[in-house]
Every structure is written in structure tokens, then in C-alpha cells.
């Protein structure tokens, strides 16, 4: 089985869109390295999904595969927004998945926790944010998905904890005048 993370703003399509459906087509991926990514994909693998262009942004919740890649009719649709004129039926250029609803997380694991939590530096999110569908390692989903179950962020609480005992720099302050 494979990890993957997926990138969605929640007001196209969010995690409880996706609760709410139980199961939807990812389409409309017009990035070829997103595309191999997806076409890479197999029935059974768990997907992080991930909340863009939100406040907080981070993940939310987690999918899983429910139906491997196969092309994008949206491509051959003129008119649509993913029309691509380019696009081939007998080769096609564009494909999607189908994802199915896993579960909500407790709270969003934000792009800054994911940032400052030991183990997922190397995370493709933290070193080349821009993709909307990439690969996550088991150890990285598992963590993050720990990371969302917990009813708070044991790393941004260290790191808060850590700036309250550091020593604090004292401020000179010049006399006040007399006038």
C-alpha cells in the first residue's frame, strides 16, 4: 500500500464534502508530475487530505483510493473547465481518481506543525509545497495522522513552552525628561 496527500480548497471541496458524498471523482489535475502521481495510484491506498488557500491550511482528514486511475472525460468535454483541446480518447492525456471518505481528523494539523515536527522535513509537502497530488511515506502519514487525532498539537505546545523559558532580553530604558 501507498501514502499520498491531496490539495483541495475547502470551498471547491473539502473533507466534509467529501463525508458528506462518501465517495467522489478527483478530476481536473492539469499537472503532469500530480498526473503521474494519481496514475500511480491503487485501490486501498490512504490519502491524506489536505486543506489549501484555508485559515488554517493543513490536513484535515483522510481518504483512501476506491477506484485507480482512468482519463479524465472532463478533458474531452468542450465547454468545461478542464477542457483540454490536446486531449486524446485513444490517448488520453489527463486521468483521475476516485477517493472514498476514511475520516475527519480532531482538528487540522497546520502547515506550520507539519514544518516543526521532527520526522517529516523531508516531506514533499514541506519541500515543494506547490503540488496538488504527491507521495507521503508511511512513517509520514502515520505521524501526521497521529498528529490530527490528538485533541492538541503536542509540537507547537513544546515549542510554546520552550519560548516561555528562554530568557527574556532586558530593555534599556533612557530616563524620562524633565521639561
Do not use: C
Not at 40 to 69: C, E, K, Q, W
Not at 108 to 134: A, F, H, N, Y
Not at 166 to 177: E, I, L, M, N
Amino acid at each position: 500500500m501507498k501514502h499520498w496527500l491531496v490539495k483541495s480548497e475547502p470551498g471547491t471541496y473539502s473533507i466534509d464534502d467529501l463525508a458528506r458524498d462518501g465517495r467522489t471523482a478527483w478530476e481536473g489535475i492539469r499537472n503532469y508530475q500530480a498526473r503521474n502521481n494519481l496514475r500511480a495510484m491503487s485501490v486501498g491506498d490512504l490519502v491524506l487530505f489536505y486543506h489549501s488557500s484555508a485559515n488554517p491550511t493543513g490536513v484535515a482528514g483522510v481518504a483512501s483510493v476506491a477506484r485507480a486511475a482512468y482519463p479524465d472525460e472532463a478533458a474531452f468535454t468542450k465547454g468545461h473547465d478542464y477542457f483540454d483541446p490536446k486531449s486524446d480518447r485513444a490517448n488520453p492525456t489527463w486521468f483521475l481518481v476516485d477517493l472514498s471518505f476514511v475520516e475527519t481528523l480532531s482538528r487540522v494539523v497546520t502547515l506550520d506543525e507539519l514544518k516543526q515536527t521532527p520526522g517529516l522535513q523531508d516531506m514533499v509537502l514541506i519541500r515543494s509545497g506547490r503540488l496538488s497530488v504527491q507521495p507521503v511515506t508511511a512513517s509520514e502519514f502515520e505521524l501526521v495522522r497521529k498528529l490530527g487525532r490528538a485533541t492538541a498539537s503536542p509540537v507547537l505546545a513544546k515549542a510554546k513552552k520552550a519560548r516561555a523559558k528562554a530568557p527574556r532580553k532586558s530593555v534599556k530604558r533612557s530616563p524620562k525628561r524633565k521639561s
